[in-house]
């Protein structure tokens, strides 16, 4: 029991109520948050302090006895990602400023931003289904918020079909998590877990999984059901595409990586042998997406396919090397999607338009962020010795390893596009000659977050020495579903 | 009867999805809420129906119904009913701003 | 080692602040010294008494990832081509690069590329390696887009790009391959268990994965197609990278490798495949070529497919001369390169066409020239190296290794005429490139420039590497037995001390090919105007590089047509997908583990007022679909929600009868109020084809959840934890209406999100009709 486990998700949400009182005062709410968003990433590192010296950490709200209440979990998994959704967010609280106009920062911005973290915070730390169901709905519902803030023709357009879609795999969670309900007689995961074990997972359960996957899976923007996302992260403020690219896919592949390791797991050969297909086609097809497109934005945005692609591989492997890829991968992703969303941002911002056939030479203007884009695109490509090489490297590791030779084919080639698709952008638009007409203009501010979270990435690849023992403890503790049941149902 | 309310919440499904796939706007947004009207009905059903008395204690005792999916379904239908809400000021709006209610005209292309 | 490999790389840093200093030193001055004395550094290894070292610096150990630096013969030959090289390249790129270019970035890219290199040549763990390899890539990438102003140095620079990422990716997955295999990411560690590497079933995996990353790099046909493109680069960039060291990492990697995989049959016939066909082809296509660095190119391709033929056929003696020539390639290409880029400096112009006549007007060139082709050409004349490494190599054709295949039968019969067709090109290529630069009429008034000699600190570099051509051709064994043997042991793993003669006698066979070489080349050279057209047939217009546009092209228009195609904008497609596979894949998955159950047992009673609300409602949300006016949907629609409110009646929660009454009144108040706005749009009926596609999608998902929800009831395996709220309700929260302690205590949680949610709706919903607003009024 420790009430630390509560507060990454309660701070947020009380900052996010006390900027909604006065949110025309921006000389007060810019500072604040950055305040608030800060403070909370220091509870989340103590979070992670806590979870990897003392091992998993739980609360039993309004202290009811877990299965009954609902019981918060932070284990090593949970922890990591609360943590690295807070740098994420610091650091697209510091290019908001700069990106938005008063105007939307004046209607909310930073309500809905603290909102959607608490949101994520929650589905991250909770240990009940249902509850995570209720989670998904407040990150949901400010992510509503965020896509339709400013409320451009283009922007309503996408963003009601993304409510649409969603709408849809929320009702469809809730009546999934009815019917785990119905079969196992309870909502606490740990609990779940625990007696579908008992009857071996009877086909009805491995039925109500796949459901649930699915629904997962629309999140988490999977092939064939990403159709929602790459326009919809496409058209709203760079930030806020940022924050989506970073966190609110990664919720979903989350889920699945929970429910697929700790309550579904006696049916592998069936499950988890789909899951690999569904990887494989998942990074065809975003790539075709990527490659399929002259919008610098949609570039980025359908690059969070195969990405999502890569982590549900290493779930679908299911050995130690593969998920600790996976953990790793996703990890990696967080900081270089939100970090490519901010870049693609401040390239659109800079050229004046989002087709890079319209733009060239930038890098006589823009020499930083030109090298920051070149550098990126080999990070998101998984070149060595950055972030994505090791995450890619043990998700391969982990594949061969259970000799499954055709997804890492696939694996290999969507990288070399993936570098492609990027790369296409710098040599478009970056490189050429010089235009004399370019006014430049200044990108102060801009940069220095886009900085930070490359520099993450760049230490998350050269420095996986301090990282990957983490990572390893991770996954192993994933691949032993007791130590998260024990933790919550052992008293 | 469980079973017959499991059939109904799945033409409730049945309906929602065909109103989803239309191309109104109006008819779309009713899917949705067909929608949560059937998984409210496969909650309540999961917690089995009419074995006892409501859920409020009294001096008799037992048996009462399930309380639990109640709770859930509460939660369920307020969180729908702020969804629905802003979907239909979303939709109004949207439909506003593209002078079109239309889905098939909702398309867009990327290369604009 | 560690810092002699970082020291290039970290000194990079320094460049840009070097070259932004105000001062009239040209910025490869300073940069010179880094690759002398790493040169200086690896020169004192040299000698008959080396033995191999290693050094270990952990980086990531957890992982197996360390920079583990093994200094062997092999590492050692290239470690000092590269520095050595290095040095020179940077001396001439002093003259041959104004100080008004952007110099910094130049020497950067080039200092990256040189600590990728040696990174490459010395580390024994394969994933360092790997990283080198690919910094190689990067560097080479920048390097040939240095003068990315030019639309073909663009594209050259992403040729060049992906083709050797590819091959560097195809080369990781074999790597992991033989790391999972062995437990180990040490090469040598590796050559040693080369017996559990030679029994996996994936054995032909991964050479087949490693031999891609090394064609690729090594620019073997038909992967070729991105050098000659790569010669955007400035001149001391193609001497350097694509025709002395980078391109030579492929066959690095096939000679490192070679101990593991020599004995396996099909590595011989691939690699000698390979390796010959490029030879033949690379010299074919050189003569044809018009602009000078182009022949350079294709003659580099030729030679690197001779060096990985005998890397191929493994035979100790051809493992020597493939070494040897590694070296003597190095020195007569490299200096061709430089007169190319003289040429170009003095003349303006590498047309071949318009070039003629230079002799008298550059003397020195021409006289480097001469050695340099001659060598290249493998004339018999005792002081050029590369008539040896051309006999070597005949020989080495001559004894090619036994084996069971056909195919090896097949090759042992063809190589030595193939070796003979390719050398016979290799002489015309020279000879056409010696003579159409410096020989005949000039043409003067075509040239952009008036040419003269070149300023004597441009001729220094070239001048080096030619008198290495003769030093070598002199004094072939002083070279042997100092490092050329130690090199070819680390590959062939036994000793291989070869005396090299010149003189074998009339009788030898090779002399006797050369011989046929030297008067088949003469004879071509003079009649070459004759029998050009036979480029139009071979190879026509058929090439390689159409497959690498048209692939590049299917890449962006291919991947269009397909994602429009999906993506199509509507909300419907995408519903009927989304919808179509969940139903398909969750039912697949219920019929296979004979997921649904059914079970008659304990259930409730069936009442008549029940049935009556049931149809009601069917009535009612089947009456949505056909409901043509808007009021009416929405009317319809309200009629359900009531109705199941009175099923909650029924079902004995009061507490949701009340909430879903007030939420259906004002949601139902709602729909009216937005929708009184809105365009007058009849629910048109769509077509027929649509409807039924609809139809059975929303009849076989309902269904679909039927099934489940039924079978999920059917398996009764545990109880509820509801028990415990009704035991608890009153002793621990304190209240009797269960429902409301559950909602404010047990689970509150839910509820304070809940209100949440609505927070954020509200808020949401404020600021979407706000902002519209202002902007009106603007």
């Known amino acids: 029991m420790n009430n630390l486990v509560v507060l990454p998700i309660i701070t947020p949400l009380i900052a996010g109520i006390i900027l909604a009182f006065f949110p025309k005062k921006l000389q007060w709410v810019r500072p604040l948050s950055k305040l608030f968003i800060l403070f909370n990433l220091i509870l989340a590192g103590a979070l992670v302090w806590v979870v990897f010296t003392n091992g998993t950490t739980i609360l039993e709200t309004g202290d009811w006895k877990a299965p009954y209440g609902i019981v918060l979990v932070a284990d090593k998994l949970a922890a990591l990602l609360v943590f690295t959704t807070n740098i994420v967010a610091a650091a697209c609280s510091f290019y908001a400023p700069h990106s938005l106009t008063d105007r939307k920062e004046t209607y909310y911005f930073y309500s809905f931003f603290f909102f959607l973290i608490s949101g994520v915070s929650g589905a991250f730390l909770t240990g009940d289904l249902f509850n995570m169901f209720v989670f998904y709905e407040v990150l949901l519902m400010a992510s509503y918020a965020l896509i339709v803030l400013g409320g451009d023709k283009v922007q309503l357009r996408e963003s009601i079909k993304y409510v649409f879609i969603n709408l849809f795999s929320s009702m469809l969670f809730v009546t999934a998590v009815a019917f785990v309900y119905g079969t196992v007689g309870t909502v606490n995961m740990a609990q779940i877990a625990q007696r579908v074990h008992e009857v071996d997972q009877q086909g009805i359960l491995t039925t109500i999984g796949i459901l649930m996957f699915f629904v997962f899976a629309v999140k988490a923007a999977l092939f064939p059901l990403y159709y929602w996302m790459p326009n919809s992260y496409a058209v709203p403020n760079p930030v806020i595409s940022a924050l989506f690219g970073a966190l609110l896919t990664k919720v979903g592949i989350y889920s699945i990586i929970r429910v697929f390791s700790l309550i579904f797991v006696h049916n592998v050969e069936l499950t988890h042998d789909m899951f690999i297909w569904i990887a494989g086609l998942s990074m065809i097809f975003g790539i075709i997406g990527a490659l399929s497109t002259n919008n610098i934005k949609l570039i980025i945005a359908y690059n969070i396919i195969p990405a999502i692609g890569f982590i549900l591989m290493g779930i679908g492997v299911f050995n130690q090397f593969a998920l600790s890829g996976s953990i790793y991968y996703l990890i990696h992703d967080m900081f270089i999607k939100s970090s490519l969303f901010l870049l693609a941002g401040t390239v659109v911002y800079a050229a004046g338009t989002s087709d890079l056939r319209k733009v060239s030479g930038l890098i006589h203007y823009y020499p930083v962020l030109g090298w920051l884009l070149f550098l990126s695109g080999f990070i998101l490509a998984g070149i060595p010795p950055f972030s994505g090489f090791i995450g890619k490297l043990l998700l391969l590791k982990g594949a061969l390893a259970s000799r499954e030779i055709a997804i890492v084919i696939i694996g290999l080639l969507a990288s070399l596009l993936i570098l492609y698709s990027i790369m296409k952008i710098f040599i478009n638009s970056f490189w050429g000659e010089k235009d004399e007409s370019i006014q430049p203009i200044s990108l102060k501010g801009r940069i220095a977050p886009i900085v930070i979270l490359l520099a993450l990435s760049v230490f998350l690849g050269i420095g996986a020495e301090f990282i990957y023992p983490f990572i390893e403890s991770v996954s192993a503790d994933l691949l032993q579903p007791e130590i998260y049941i024990d933790a919550i149902l052992k008293e | 009867m469980e079973f017959i309310i499991s059939i109904l919440a799945g033409v409730l499904f049945s309906t929602a999805i065909y109103n989803l796939l239309q191309k109104q706007l109006l008819r779309v947004i009713i899917g949705t809420v067909l929608l949560s009207h059937g998984a409210h009905l496969f909650i309540l059903t999961m917690g089995k129906l009419k074995r006892g008395a409501p859920p409020i204690l009294t001096e008799e005792g037992g048996p009462y119904t399930d309380p639990l999916p109640q709770a859930l379904i509460l939660t369920s239908i307020v969180i729908s009913f702020g969804i629905t809400s802003l979907l239909l000021v979303l939709a109004y709006r949207t439909a506003n701003e593209n002078d079109t209610d239309n889905m098939e005209q909702l398309r867009g292309n990327e290369n604009e | ?778």
Request: aromatic residues 14%; glycine residues 8%; neutral net charge.
């Open chain 3, 1 to 778: 080692m560690l810092y002699v490999v970082l020291i290039p790389l970290l000194l990079a840093c320094l460049i840009p602040f070097i070259s932004k200093m105000k001062h009239n030193i040209h910025t490869g001055i300073p940069v010179l010294l880094i690759p002398s004395a790493i040169f200086i550094y690896f020169i004192r290894f040299v000698g008959t008494n080396f033995e191999p070292m290693r050094q270990s610096y952990n980086w990531i150990p957890s992982l197996g990832i360390n920079f583990d630096f093994y200094l062997d013969g092999l590492s050692l030959l290239f470690a000092l081509l590269i520095s050595g090289i290095g040095a020179l390249v940077v001396l001439y790129s002093i003259y041959y690069l104004d100080s008004q270019e952007r110099l910094g970035h130049f020497y950067v890219y080039l200092l990256m590329f040189m600590s990728a290199m040696l990174g490459i040549v010395l580390s024994d763990n394969i994933f360092v390696l790997y990283t080198f390899w690919e910094l190689t890539s990067i560097s080479s990438f920048l390097l040939i887009g240095y003068w990315h102003f030019n639309e073909k140095s663009r594209y050259g620079a992403l040729k060049s790009l992906l083709i050797t990422v590819l091959g560097g990716l195809s080369m990781f997955g074999g790597f992991i391959l033989l790391s999972v295999m062995t437990g180990t990411s040490s090469i040598q560690i590796m050559i040693q268990n080369a017996e559990v590497i030679m029994n996996s079933p994936y054995m032909p995996l991964a050479l087949g994965f490693i031999l891609l990353g090394a064609f690729t790099k090594s620019a073997q046909f038909p992967f070729h197609i991105w050098l000659p493109d790569a010669m955007e680069a400035p001149t001391p960039v193609s001497a350097y990278l694509h025709s002395a060291t980078m391109v030579k990492a492929g066959l690095f990697l096939v000679a490192r490798f070679s101990p593991i995989f020599a004995g396996f049959e099909w590595f011989f016939i691939i690699v000698s495949i390979a390796g010959i066909v490029t030879l033949c082809w690379g010299s074919y296509m050189a003569v044809h070529q018009t602009d000078l660095k182009a022949i350079l190119a294709f003659s580099t391709i030729s030679q690197l497919g001779m060096i990985m033929a005998m890397l191929g056929f493994g035979t100790k003696l051809a493992i020597f001369a493939a070494v040897f020539h590694i070296l003597c390639h190095a020195t007569f290409k490299g200096s061709l390169f430089m007169v190319a880029g003289i040429v170009d400096h003095e003349a303006g112009t590498r047309d071949i066409r318009n070039l003629g006549g230079l002799m008298t007007l550059m003397p020195m060139s021409a006289a480097l020239a001469l050695f340099g082709t001659f060598s290249m050409a493998g004339i018999p004349l005792p002081f050029l190296n590369g008539f040896y490494s051309k006999e070597l190599f005949f020989k080495s054709t001559l004894k090619l290794p036994e084996g069971t295949h056909v195919i090896t039968t097949f090759l042992v019969e063809v190589i030595p005429y193939l070796a003979v067709f390719g050398s016979i090109f290799t002489f015309v290529y020279s000879l056409y490139f010696l003579f159409g630069t410096f020989g005949g009429q000039k043409q003067l008034d075509k040239l952009p420039k008036r040419p003269h000699e070149a300023p004597v600190g441009m001729l220094i570099a070239p001048l080096v590497l030619v008198l290495g051509v003769i030093i070598i051709g002199l004094f072939p064994n002083a070279f042997n037995g100092a490092f050329i043997a130690h090199a070819a042991e680390s590959v062939a793993g036994t000793e291989v001390i070869k005396e090299i003669t010149f003189w074998h006698g009339f009788g030898s066979t090779a002399f006797q090919m050369s011989l046929v070489v030297v008067a088949a080349g003469i004879l071509l050279v003079s009649t070459r105007r004759k029998w050009s057209m036979i480029y139009s047939f071979v190879p026509g217009r058929a090439s390689a590089n159409h497959i690498y546009d048209a692939a590049i092209a299917q890449l962006d228009n291919g991947s269009r047509h397909i994602n429009t195609f999906i993506m199509t904008g509507s909300l419907r497609r995408y519903m009927a997908i989304i919808l179509g596979t969940v139903f398909l894949i969750t039912f697949g998955f219920m019929l296979a583990t004979g997921g649904f159950t059914i079970d008659f047992s304990n259930l409730a009673d069936v009442t008549i007022t029940e049935i009556a609300v049931v149809l009601v409602i069917i009535a009612a949300a089947v009456g949505t679909i056909f409901t043509k006016h808007n009021l009416g949907a929405i009317l319809v629609a309200g009629v359900v929600g009531y109705g199941v409110s009175l099923l909650f009646v029924i079902y004995r929660a009061p507490d949701l009868a009340l909430t879903q009454l007030v939420v259906e009144t004002i949601s139902v108040a709602l729909f009216l109020l937005c929708f009184y706005h809105l365009p007058k749009l009849r629910n048109e009926k769509p077509q027929v084809r649509t409807r039924w596609i609809n139809g059975t999608v929303s009849i076989g998902f309902g269904a679909l959840m039927t099934l489940i929800g039924i079978s999920a009831h059917s398996s009764d395996w545990f109880s509820s934890i509801s028990d415990y709220f009704l035991e608890t309700s009153h002793s621990l929260g304190g209240g009797d209406n269960v429902v409301n302690v559950i909602l404010v205590d047990m689970r509150g949680l839910d509820t304070l999100f809940e209100i949440t949610v609505l927070g954020i709706a509200a808020l949401a919903i404020y600021s979407l009709i706000k902002l519209k607003n202002n902007r009106g009024a603007k």
